[in-house]
T-cell receptor
């Protein structure tokens, strides 16, 4: 089946450790996105990538890093510099450059830092 | 860039009641507009979309009309069911001169609870 796979669904880490969230898609989409969701704040864009080997900062990129070495994969690293990393992280993909096309979302990863 | 403002929740309705969730947008041009739905513990699913003024998006009994005069895209359903309980997000994409067409901008979400 085509879709977006995020893993793991739940992730626990100790404060000060870096952690990498996986996102894979087999929809042949050029664009991929990472959003962070906090209660009452909606979705905020962390990073997005329009094409392989290229990515741009979103609205809240500080403390995060990404790579886009393959079209299918867009992993997000939450570094120890992120002051409040506990959140629900959503990955999405889409055909990107066309204004009228929607994004498709994965099931999310809930990260808890203790 | 774009911004989206949607009705604060939570919204609590009885089954078969009429639903309206308000959404307005700001953009320098004419963005595409979307409604997404999120069930507990899951990602977002596209509910409907409209890509130009006066378009009406519809799906599963939900409707929304793109109104450029009022820069609005309100979500409506004539008779809600318990299974419609979820968080609903309004979003916009593109429509800014010189801006990126890649970014989806979301409202803060509206929690809907439908009681039997």
């Amino acid at each position: 089946d085509g879709g977006i796979t995020q893993s793991p669904k739940y992730l626990f880490r100790k404060e000060g450790q870096n952690v990498t969230l996986s996102c894979e898609q087999n929809l042949n989409h050029d664009a991929m996105y990472w959003y962070r969701q906090d209660p009452g704040q909606g979705l905020r864009l962390i990073y997005y990538s329009q094409i392989v080997n290229d990515f741009q900062k979103g609205d809240i990129a500080e403390g995060y890093s990404v790579s886009r070495e393959k079209k299918e994969s867009f992993p997000l690293t939450v570094t120890s510099a992120q002051k409040n990393p506990t959140a629900f992280y959503l990955c999405a993909s889409g055909t990107g450059g066309k204004m009228n096309t929607e994004a498709f979302f994965g099931q999310g990863t809930r990260l808890t830092v203790v | 860039g774009n911004s989206v403002t949607q009705m604060e929740g939570p919204v609590t309705l009885s089954e078969e009641a009429f639903l309206t969730i308000n959404c307005t947008y700001t953009a320098t041009g004419y963005p595409s507009l979307f409604w997404y739905v999120q069930y507990p513990g899951e990602g977002l699913q596209l509910l409907l979309k409209a890509t130009k003024a006066d378009d009406k998006g519809s799906n599963k009994g939900f409707e929304a009309t793109y109104r450029k005069e009022t820069t609005s895209f309100h979500l409506e359903k004539g008779s809600v069911q318990v299974s419609d309980s979820a968080v609903y997000f309004c979003a916009s994409k593109g429509g800014n001169s010189g801006g990126s067409n890649y970014k989806l901008t979301f409202g803060k979400g509206t929690l809907l609870t439908v009681n039997p």
